[in-house]
């Protein structure tokens, strides 16, 4: 049955000082698909290790549905684990691999081959039980260690940039499968990747690490449209983040001078009567952009640079203070392609702006 | 993997074009190289082919060419009780010191791999100091410590003589397997509810088993081979094979030293074939 | 071992070394004798030698004395006695050849003489044998002389000299100096020969530059085959490397040259710090009894130290057995070469390199 995870304030700390992991906390609720990202050494990997058991946390505590398990011996957590590269059993069987687990379980013979015979027909890998790991492609050694760890039917399945190591055709494969599965088996599923659109296409919530701390967490949306800090913000997808002092509209509103002339009307939401220095951020997609004669305006300037995606367009164009700022548009047909030297006006809602802590 | 295969296709001309661009001086490369090869083999099995001969003419002094072809020496060898308990005794304590030095120095290769340990490498280098120090003084260091403590030269003084010589092989064949070990193996057995001692043996033993393996045959050799080590500690009446022949050799220099010699070879072999039939060498080195 | 746990002389030292290596199991060493064991641990060659200890001379002497031979045959004794401590070395009676007692008892590892009145037979031995220049006692001695063959036409070789003879480029043959007695003992000869005396290493260095070239071996035995083979047709070489052979219609002489024959002795000595003395004694006047020396001198054609001793004709006629025929014996000044030896190693190693 799945459990939930409860991270309370675990610091991990290596001889020599580093803090690779700093006071997290997090909860990760039952069949829930939950991921840790973040840039290489943020301290998601060692935040997995100590779930699993294999580091041990220098502070804090970890509990799998309330029992405290921070020192409880990797081999007796009952979780499955999907590492980066698979770690398979190279001296064994893919159907030997994939029993490991019972084996160890004390299960008998006839009801380890049943168990193993299902597992690898829910990964589709029936017929291949005799041959060795090194003798599978890397999708299929994927799923060979899939297999092996949901065989074992953990409390938890913790997965290291499982799917780090194969091409991006197969990813975007095998990322439906894994969402697919862990929604039929109702699995409480850790998931560390670097990779963000990885994290926002799967993930139920997401946690965003940085320097062994966490960030954010959040679902997907909530990562995406309100960043609360200026790392997410920068971290997950494109953004424009600008920075300035507190001041008001000429109709009173509050409102934020950036410098270089260009003042930004601030979400009402905002308090007006405030001081100091704030940072925001404007996702690209956010902004409407129209001919340089266009009457509603935020801004105007010049595109520098246009970058055709297929479905949508990205610009960058320099505003008159000297600003530079990204800006996307959905593809609306080749005659309403602004090219370099074009002059343009760009519109916003003060909605839009998300403040963000430094 | 998105490196590879994008790499390989630009690869795969070159190596389909190279016997044909090449063709001419691969021509004389082939018979330089088998030319090498050759004298290697000539070079390293020289020795063996004259001692066959020394064993096999029936005079009792090396001639060349032999006169005839005969099996008086091994006769006399296998005849002679002397050399039957030596030959025994030499194989018995091989066997102790592979199994001694097999699993103290896979033992300590493990925890020098793993251990954490404070001043790993002056510890190996310890290790493998027996290799640096003429033979003969470790026997002699050994002998004169046994004096001392007064236990005269048991059986086991020698073993432990020559597990000391033969640790440094185990040690480093093991090393050399655990250096390219991914520990990841290990977590996700432990990961899948196996103890550490059973992760042990079901993952780490059976991975490092070709470093392990190699080092024990190494062993076996070195100890069945061993003279100047054994010089010192064998005791009157338990003299291992090679100071028997020594001993020999100031008195009598006829064939069935080659006889002796030739019995050792083929022993040796045998304990090679043995251990890849039974423990299957071959099919780890491949790994 | 077992025999030991059985044996009433029990007691607890030895109780607890037996223990011991029980709980060792299988890797238990033969039980090794103790000081308090009557056990008298000697050096004896292998060979010939030590198949005829092994099976009636050793067995003998321990049912006669009611105790244990312990026979170590295997090289090196000195370095092992060295290595030991003074006052409990691992052997009692120390039998190598003449120049390695001189190094042992200038060590102070063996006693320098032996006491006749504990050795009664040493009052039947021939002067030699515990003359001035031996340690202990010679209870054998070999004639070192000239080897040849008698099928290659080198006919009446009388003199030492006839070795410098160019006829025999190619086939002579001589030792390594540094690791061999003969070797040693013939470079002593050439200072006689050709210049004043034993002690004339100049005459003797310029003899050996003389004899190249010259095929040298370091054992002794191999000297035995070469000749046997035909590689060397006139060698230095020990009487008995030749008459060992005898019977087997070999195409091969010892020549007793008429400047006289080198003795290579077979050496007897007591190590001081010995707990078993009186055994020791007992062995080395056992060896010098006229029926052991009869047995060993016609098992390895060595020449009885013993004037008592009455060999068969075959033997007599052959080995050193009278005054006269003792007489011809040179005796070596180890004591006086041990002393420079490292110099003439030196010396003969670039004679002989070169």
Redesign the interface.
């Known amino acids: 049955m799945s459990a939930s995870i409860e991270i309370a304030g675990v610091s991990k700390v290596y001889d020599g000082g580093v803090r690779a992991v700093d006071a997290v906390a997090m909860d990760i609720r039952q069949g829930e698909f939950f991921s840790l990202l973040g840039p290489s050494g943020c301290g998601k990997t060692t935040t997995l290790r100590m779930i699993a058991g294999f580091e041990i946390p220098s502070a804090g505590a970890i509990r799998v549905d309330g029992a405290d398990i921070t020192h409880v011996p990797a081999h007796k957590r009952d979780m499955g684990m999907v590492f980066q590269n698979y770690a398979l059993f190279p001296h064994r069987t893919v159907a030997e691999n994939v029993a490991f687990g019972l084996r160890m379980r004390g299960l008998d013979k006839a009801s380890i081959a049943t168990k193993v015979k299902a597992a690898l027909a829910m990964v589709e890998l029936s017929g291949l039980e005799d041959r060795r790991p090194t003798q599978l492609s890397g999708g299929q050694q994927q799923r060979v260690a899939l297999a092996r760890a949901i065989v074992i039917a953990p409390r938890v399945l913790l997965c290291d940039e499982p799917l780090g190591a194969l091409d991006k055709k197969l990813r975007q494969q095998m990322q439906f499968e894994l969402k697919q599965l862990q929604k039929k088996l109702g699995l409480t599923l850790v998931f560390v990747t670097h990779d963000q659109e990885e994290a926002l296409a799967m993930s139920d919530r997401i946690a965003v690490m940085n320097g062994g701390r966490v960030e954010q967490v959040g679902t997907p949306a909530e990562i995406y449209n309100q960043p609360t800090t200026r790392f997410v913000a920068d971290f997950i997808g494109d953004t424009n983040i600008f920075r300035g002092e507190r001041t008001t509209t000429s109709a009173g509103g509050p409102a934020l001078d950036v410098g270089k002339g260009l003042i930004l009307a601030l979400p009402a939401s905002i308090e007006t009567q405030g001081t100091g220095v704030l940072s925001v951020a404007l996702r690209p997609e956010k902004i409407r952009l129209s001919p340089a004669d266009g009457t509603a305006a935020s801004a105007r300037g010049v595109v520098e640079n246009t970058n055709f995606l297929g479905g949508a367009v990205l610009y960058r164009i320099t505003l008159g203070g000297g600003h530079r700022v990204l800006v996307q548009q959905p593809n609306a047909g080749t005659d309403r392609l602004f090219v370099p030297g074009n002059g343009v006006t760009l519109d916003w809602t003060p909605a839009d702006l998300v403040v963000l802590k430094d | 993997?998105?490196t590879s295969?994008s790499h390989s296709p630009s690869l795969a001309p070159d190596r389909a074009a190279a016997p044909v661009r090449t063709a001419v001086p691969r021509h004389y490369g082939r018979y330089i190289y088998l030319a090498i090869n050759t004298a290697i083999l000539v070079f390293l099995l020289a020795p063996i082919a004259v001692v066959v001969v020394f064993a096999l003419n029936p005079?009792?002094?090396?001639?060349f060419p032999p006169v005839g072809v005969s099996l008086r020496w091994f006769e006399k060898f296998f005849a002679s009780r002397?050399f039957m308990q030596a030959l025994g005794f030499s194989l018995e304590v091989a066997v102790?010191t592979t199994v001694s030095a097999t699993v103290l120095g896979a033992s300590a290769a493990l925890a020098l791999a793993r251990g954490n340990l404070p001043g790993t490498r002056l510890i190996v280098a310890t290790m493998l100091s027996p290799l640096m120090l003429p033979a003969i003084l470790t026997g002699?260091a050994l002998?004169?410590t046994y004096?001392?403590l007064?236990?005269?030269?048991?059986?086991?003084?020698l073993?432990a003589g020559h597990t000391l010589v033969t640790l440094p092989y185990v040690v480093r064949t093991t090393l050399a397997v655990l250096h390219n070990f991914?520990t990841?193996?290990e977590?996700?057995?432990?990961?899948?509810?196996?103890?550490?001692l059973?992760?042990f043996f079901?993952?780490t033993l059976?991975?490092i088993k070709p470093g392990v393996l190699a080092g024990a045959i190494f062993a076996f050799i070195v100890s069945f081979d061993q003279f100047p080590v054994s010089?010192?500690l064998?005791?009157?009446?338990?003299?291992t094979l090679p100071?028997?022949l020594?001993?020999?050799?100031?008195?009598?220099?006829?064939g069935t030293i080659g006889a002796a010699s030739v019995v050792s070879i083929v022993l040796a072999f045998v304990v090679v074939i043995g251990l890849d039939r039974t423990v299957g060498l071959r099919s780890y080195v491949k790994? | 071992m077992m025999k030991a746990l059985g044996s009433s002389r029990l007691n607890r030292r030895r109780f607890l070394t037996a223990s011991a290596s029980l709980g060792i199991g299988t890797i238990a060493a033969p039980y090794v004798a103790r000081a308090d064991d009557p056990t008298l641990r000697i050096t004896g060659w292998g060979g010939k030698w030590g198949e005829v200890m092994k099976a009636e001379i050793g067995p003998a002497f321990e049912s006669e004395f009611k105790c244990k031979l312990q026979t170590d045959s295997a090289f090196p004794y000195l370095p092992k006695l060295q290595a030991s401590s003074r006052s409990a070395p691992i052997y009692d009676v120390l039998h190598t050849n003449s120049n390695e007692q001189w190094a042992a008892a200038e060590m102070g590892l063996v006693e320098p003489k032996i006491d006749p009145k504990l050795v009664p037979n040493l009052a039947d031995v021939y002067p030699y044998a515990i003359s001035d220049k031996i340690v202990g006692v010679s209870i054998f001695t070999s004639a070192i002389g000239l080897g040849m063959r008698t099928d290659k036409g080198y006919s009446g070789v009388t003199s030492w000299k006839e070795l410098w003879d160019a006829k025999y480029n190619g086939v002579r043959g001589g030792y390594v100096i540094p690791v061999n007695s003969l070797g040693q003992a013939f470079l002593m000869m050439c200072g006689t020969l050709f210049g004043k005396g034993q002690l004339d290493l100049d005459a003797a260095y310029a003899a050996l530059e003389k004899l190249k070239p010259i095929k040298i071996v370091d054992f002794t035995g191999a000297m035995e085959k070469m000749l046997l083979s035909g590689e060397v047709g006139l060698c230095v070489i020990h009487d008995s490397g030749i008459y060992r052979y005898d019977g087997q219609n070999q195409p091969t002489d010892f020549v007793s040259p008429s400047e006289g024959v080198l003795s290579l002795e077979q050496v007897l000595t007591i190590t001081p710090g010995s707990k078993m003395k009186e055994l020791a004694n007992a062995y080395v006047n056992y060896m010098l009894r006229p029926e052991v020396q009869k047995r060993l001198a016609e098992t390895v054609w060595y020449s009885p130290a013993n004037r008592k001793v009455k060999l068969d004709p075959k033997y007599d006629a052959k080995l050193l057995t009278t005054p006269e025929k003792v007489s011809k014996l040179i005796q070596v000044d180890w004591k006086w070469y041990n002393e420079r030896k490292d110099e003439i190693d030196q010396r003969v190693n670039r004679i002989f390199r070169a």
């Open positions: 993997m998105s295969t005079t009792p002094f090396i001639q002397d102790l002699l002998f004169q004096v001392l007064d236990v005269g030269r048991p059986t086991w003084g073993v991914d990841r193996l977590e996700a057995a432990q990961n899948l509810g196996a103890s550490p059973r992760t079901e993952v059976p991975l010089l010192f064998v005791s009157p009446g338990n003299e100071v028997t020594f001993n020999y050799l100031k008195f009598d220099l006829d790994l």
